[in-house]
């Protein structure tokens, strides 16, 4: 299919990408349904239930169906291109599930693992410590299986692994994530190129598309509510609203001198390198 960019379509997942050309799209960024049982939340959470998708079902199914997904937006990235997939810790009757136990039977190298500090629990029980994090895996497709891949610009690598803000409010979807977070990831990946196509299998409330456009790249989006399409594509209508967000996350990526000009001039290139020298001249 030839890719209709700028464009969210009503679909299954799976479906749609199946019908997207190989090595056609530079980066890929969604958080899927997590499978969280929709009634067992903490008594002070809304239960979270999707339009037209069940996040009560068996967890082998589940978890055989994230990697179909994986798969093919495996197949869809560019070599050398990323996708980045928001997920969680989840426990059920004891048993605990990481996204890393069906992201290390796909086709992607993990790059990295960042922690998203939500601020905020979602269940307030005793049974754990409360659970304020999910988690961003940076998956990568490399190029002539070179698992390492081309360094971030200084001024995007200088940000932390971990990420410090609360999901978005105000929403009509369940479970929607803040526009900084797609920023942060388009801006580090595609810089300020402003060429590219930006995806996003389990689009929701259009969050990605939206910083996609905002940061001046292509995008598709792909979900199976007629709702959340519509409310979707509403938010993009008006992006010129959230401008402000996209230009202050911008601000967060700046760095005065990078490591390679700093080593250049001999300058301070870490932070305990004087009391290391010190070190070595003393044995």
């Not at 409360?130 to 360094?151: A, C, H, S, T």
Request: hydrophobic share 35%; aromatic share 10%; charged share 30%.
């Amino acid at each position: 299919m030839k890719i209709k960019k700028n464009k969210i379509i009503c679909g299954d997942a799976i479906d749609i990408l199946k019908q997207i050309e190989d090595n056609s799209i530079d980066l890929g960024i969604t958080s899927p349904p997590y499978n969280k049982g929709e009634k067992n939340k903490g008594w002070l959470v809304k239960n979270v239930k999707y339009q037209n998708n069940s996040d009560a079902i068996n967890e082998n199914v589940y978890q055989d169906q994230q990697i179909k997904v994986l798969n093919e937006m495996y197949r869809v990235i560019k070599p050398g291109g990323s996708f980045f997939y928001n997920h969680k810790i989840r426990w059920d009757k004891g048993r605990m599930y990481h996204p890393i136990e069906w992201l290390n039977k796909t086709k992607w190298a993990v790059r990295q693992e960042i922690i998203w500090d939500r601020m905020i629990a979602a269940n307030i029980r005793g049974w754990r410590y409360w659970q304020v994090d999910e988690r961003i895996y940076w998956l990568y497709k490399p190029i002539d299986n070179n698992l390492i891949g081309k360094e971030l610009e200084s001024k995007h690598a200088l940000l932390t692994s971990i990420w410090r803000f609360p999901p978005e409010r105000k929403n009509g979807h369940p479970a929607p994530f803040p526009l900084v977070l797609p920023t942060r990831i388009i801006y580090s990946i595609l810089g300020d190129t402003k060429a590219g196509i930006v995806i996003d299998p389990y689009v929701g409330s259009g969050t990605t598309c939206l910083a996609a456009k905002l940061l001046g790249f292509d995008y598709l989006g792909i979900d199976i509510s007629s709702e959340y399409v519509k409310d979707a594509e509403k938010k993009i209508k008006n992006s010129e609203k959230y401008k402000g967000v996209v230009e202050e996350e911008k601000g967060l990526h700046y760095v005065e001198k990078t490591f390679q000009e700093r080593k250049k001039n001999r300058e301070n290139t870490g932070k305990f390198r004087e009391n290391n020298e010190t070190q070595v001249k003393l044995l």
